[in-house]
């Protein structure tokens, strides 16, 4: 089952950063963190992933804390097309299969 | 940007009948996956397959399920005889082998599947 906490829903104005946190407090050394989102009933979109340092990439920022215990995707700056549901996930290692435990996630709801 | 393409968008049958679910995964992708999602529920891992065969399953996926892929190209999931319950958004995902590049696992739109 999901290994996640995640806050059920957040509000962020347009333009402003969205920032979402994640409690994963029992990963171990070998679990990556994974964040997806999905736009209505689309299929979720990969975002960006990290095992402990902090990443960039050209969607958002992941950054874990020391202890790997939590982390936070950052949305530099929000749109009204990033209003989705946003899912912080655990995987195992890197050569097993991609068997991704959604959680409820965290609906963010970007406002103009 | 290379994407799963699933087919079809929409599909109503009716309980009891069989159905399949197409998938075109990225091509040099090598594993292959369906999940699922109840209206307002979670998304749930059903299947993952590899080399040709079942590499895991989840206990949703009984005997009613089955995975092929036929050609080089195609993934379905069929569901032999379907129940009110099976009706949900399907998605199939794929990703790339591990190794130097970590996996990413990249979703189709999905198939919306009525069982009436």
């Known amino acids: 089952d999901a290994k996640t906490t995640q806050p059920p829903s957040m509000d962020c104005a347009e333009g402003r950063a969205a920032n979402l946190p994640c409690n994963h407090s029992t990963i171990s050394g070998n679990e990556y963190v994974y964040w997806y989102r999905q736009i209505h009933s689309q299929g979720p979109q990969y975002i960006i992933h990290g095992l402990k340092n902090n990443e960039t990439n050209e969607m958002a920022s992941l950054i874990i804390t020391e202890d790997r215990k939590s982390s936070t995707l950052i949305l530099p700056h929000a749109t009204l097309r990033d209003t989705a549901v946003y899912y912080c996930i655990v995987r195992v290692g890197r050569y097993n299969f991609n068997k991704f435990y959604f959680g409820s996630g965290t609906k963010l709801n970007v406002k103009p | 940007e290379p994407e799963v393409t699933q087919t079809p968008s929409h599909q109503v049958t009716q309980m009891g009948q069989e159905v399949i679910l197409r998938c075109v995964p990225i091509s040099n992708h090598l594993y292959f996956y369906w999940y699922r999602q109840i209206l307002g529920q979670k998304v749930e891992f059903l299947v993952s397959?590899?080399?040709?065969?079942?590499?895991?399953k989840s206990e949703i996926f009984d005997d009613q399920f089955s995975v092929e892929r036929p050609d080089g190209s195609n993934f379905t999931l069929k569901i032999r005889s379907t129940k009110l319950e099976d009706s949900a958004m399907y998605f199939c995902a794929s990703s790339e082998p591990g190794g130097v590049v970590e996996e990413k696992l990249f979703f189709g739109s999905g198939t919306q599947l009525s069982v009436l």
């Open positions: 397959f590899y080399n040709n065969e079942i590499s895991e």
